[in-house]
Structures are given as structure tokens and as C-alpha cells.
């Protein structure tokens, strides 16, 4: 009988030892964080802009107030924006957008969202002297619009810039210019 329960209780031991062996070792070194971004080139943005927007279609500017923000985390540069109703937009609108610098892919990335359901993804390579141009990845082409150039912003100085860009209207053909000038509070 004490044969037995040696055997038994070195059968129960063995089997509780084997599959303990045989499962592999959890990894224990953490994930690397990734870099933070440099944003020395676009610091000056931070603090808030009051923009003016003239569209060769719309009878007169509309005006866009942004503050630019860097949020707790050191990977992003934070937008919040308010453009107050016109005559053509009945309601304020509000959109925000998360820019950042992607090192894997040497690019500049433009994460935005608005009210409507509106959003956007733009890419630029970066400033080249005093501009900057992006390139939104997310446009397709549609009943109203047909298409569209990418956004050139200009650095005048630590408290202005100016943009330029253009679309097509699909069911006229015409080309609508779109200016932008803004001016750090």
C-alpha cells in the first residue's frame, strides 16, 4: 500500500512538473515608448489665432479662432477650433485636430475631426524654409466637390501666417480659391 502512494504521489508530482516546463517564459521586458516628437519647428504655433477665411465663392471672410495646445503626453500638438455661424453656415461649427511627427516615416501627421461628422488625415514632409505643405490622404471625390490642391501654409512671422489651397466644384467645373490669414493673440 505504501508502495502504491509512493507511486502515485510521484505520478501526481510529474505531472504537475511536466506542463509547467513546457509552457514558454513570459516576457517581462516592457515595450520601448516611442520618441517624442521634436516640436521646436512648430512652437510658435501654441497659444491662440484668430484667422481669416475668404472663399472666391462666399460673398465676404469668415473668421476662425484655433488655440494650439500641447497636451500632457509631449506626443501631440493639440487644435481646437470655432468658426461662428455666417450666412451660409447656419450653425458655429467646432473641430479639433492631433498633429504630430512620425520618425518611422519622416512625415508630418494631421488627425482632425469636426462637427457634421467631418474629418480629415494629412500628411506633409515638413517646412521647406518658410512653408509648409500638407497633403489630405482622406479626400474622395463627390457630389460637391471634384477636387482638391494641398494646403500651403506660409510663416510670415512668429504671430501670422498665411494659406492658400483651391477646389473644384463637380457640378460647375469652376476652380474656388481658399485664403487664410492668421494672426497669434
Not at 513546457?22 to 516628437?37: G, L, Y
Not at 481669416?52 to 462666399?58: A, E, F, G, H, T
Not at 504630430?100 to 467631418?118: E, I, L, M, S
Not at 501654409?153 to 501670422?160: D, F, L
Amino acid at each position: 500500500m505504501r508502495t502504491s502512494r509512493v507511486i502515485i504521489a510521484a505520478a501526481v508530482l510529474l505531472a504537475a512538473l511536466v506542463p509547467a516546463s513546457s509552457f514558454a517564459q513570459v516576457e517581462s521586458t516592457p515595450i520601448p515608448a516611442p520618441r517624442k516628437p521634436d516640436f521646436s519647428s512648430v512652437s510658435f504655433m501654441v497659444g491662440t489665432w484668430t484667422c481669416s477665411s475668404k472663399s472666391s465663392r462666399r460673398p465676404r471672410a469668415f473668421t476662425t479662432i484655433s488655440t494650439y495646445t500641447l497636451d500632457p503626453t509631449g506626443y501631440w500638438i493639440s487644435e481646437t477650433s470655432t468658426t461662428p455661424k455666417t450666412s451660409w453656415v447656419t450653425t458655429t461649427q467646432r473641430g479639433w485636430d492631433k498633429i504630430t511627427y512620425d520618425p518611422d516615416t519622416k512625415r508630418w501627421v494631421d488627425v482632425a475631426y469636426g462637427d457634421g461628422g467631418g474629418y480629415g488625415l494629412s500628411f506633409s514632409k515638413g517646412w521647406n524654409g518658410n512653408q509648409i505643405t500638407w497633403h489630405d490622404v482622406s479626400f474622395v471625390a463627390g457630389p460637391d466637390i471634384n477636387s482638391q490642391t494641398d494646403i500651403t501654409t506660409t510663416k510670415v512671422s512668429a504671430t501670422k501666417t498665411t494659406s492658400t489651397s483651391s477646389f473644384t466644384e463637380t457640378k460647375t467645373g469652376r476652380r474656388v480659391m481658399v485664403t487664410t490669414a492668421c494672426v497669434k493673440s
